[in-house]
Structures are given as C-alpha cells and as structure tokens.
C-alpha cells in the first residue's frame, strides 16, 4: 500500500451474489452488528435477501436459549431479525426441510434431524445452531457492496462448520489473497487507531 487512500480502495471480487456465497465485512464497517462479520447467504432473490452471521459465537449453549432442543453446544448470533428464531446449517444431506447452500453445507431442519443431532446418532454430522438472521430489502445489499461495507467470497465446509468462530473473519481474508493483506493490520474497533 503506497498512501492512506490506497488502503481505502475495496478490490472487489467479481463473484456474483448467490446463496451459498459469503459476506465478509470490510474493517472499515463499524456497526455494532456486523464488525468482523462473515455472513453466508442462505436467500438471494428479487425482493429478499437473507444470510446467517457464521462467526458470532454467544456465551450460551442451544439448551440454554432453546429450552426444547436437547443440545449441549454453543449457539451462534445469526443476525438481529428474528432473533427468537431457530436456525440449522448442516451436512445432513436427506433432510427434505433443507436446502443446499453449497457442497456439504445445508441450511433448514425437521424434527427428525433435530432427534438425530440429540442423540448423536450421526458421528460425523456437521451442524451449527443459531438464533435469529441477516436481512437485506430490495437493493439494500447491493447499494452496501458499491459503500465498501462487503465483499463478496466463496464458501466451504471447512471454514463454515471447522474454523473456530474468533479465526473465520480472518482466514477468509487471508483466503481472498494479497490485495485484502492490509485489512488484517486494521484494529477490529477503528476508533483504537
């Protein structure tokens, strides 16, 4: 980086919008819900948008906010719509309930997964709870992407279901390669700068 400016340029990605993608927050994004947040798209359509906050772990597990999933793990911040209400991303690949957002990763859940994942029936299933999402009005993402607030970056099920939450921000910007380097310097709070 040569000038201050140049560290202000957002390179953009060129990947298009589509459920499956990732969100990743550019540092210079400080709102309280979204710093450091990498979102997976779970919905792009005309006149909704929507996606789950992968990397926001709270200090509390599913049964202690879900009182009727029997589950001991924790649960994650999905997004500040809805946020009563349960969401499952999954490597269950026979769930009729789910869609498929990319290869292993599933999002949706019936009462049969639920009794499944309770029950540890499936040893190597991959799940992740959370509570509430991320939503987008019609051009909303869009106008944030042209604001430098995103980029736009593919995702895997490694880095959805393997990477701690506190390492996912960072290993997707690493993974978005030279030109994003920079952002790793930048404190989380800007203000600290």
């Known amino acids: 980086m040569d000038t201050y400016n140049d560290m202000l ?3 953009p990605t060129g990947l298009s919008l589509e459920p499956g993608r990732l969100l990743v927050s550019t540092p210079y994004f400080n709102d309280p819900f979204f710093n450091h947040s990498v979102v997976l798209l779970t919905d792009y359509e005309k006149e909704h948008t929507a996606g789950l906050v992968i990397n926001r772990q709270l200090p509390h597990n599913v049964y202690d906010l879900v009182n009727e999933i029997r589950v001991e ?3 994650f911040f999905g997004g500040p719509v ?3 209400a349960v969401f499952l991303l999954h490597s269950f690949d026979s769930c009729p309930e789910a869609s498929r957002l990319l290869p292993g990763v599933y999002v949706g859940y019936n009462p049969v997964l ?7 029936a499936i040893a190597n299933l991959k799940h992740k709870f959370l509570l509430g999402y991320a939503g987008w009005s019609p ?3 869009e106008d944030e992407i042209r604001r430098n607030m995103w980029v736009v970056a593919p995702a895997t099920q490694s880095l959805v279901f393997d990477t701690p939450a506190d390492e996912i921000w960072t290993r997707t910007v690493q993974r978005l390669g030279p030109a994003y380097e920079h952002w790793l310097k930048i404190p989380k709070n800007i203000a600290y700068n």
């Not at 639920?114 to 540890?120: F, G, K, M, S, Y």
């Open 9 to 11: 340029q957002i390179e």
């Open 73 to 75: 793990q924790p649960i």
């Open 82 to 84: 809805m946020t009563e």
């Open 114 to 120: 639920i009794a499944v994942i309770e029950q540890h």
């Open 139 to 141: 051009g909303q993402l």
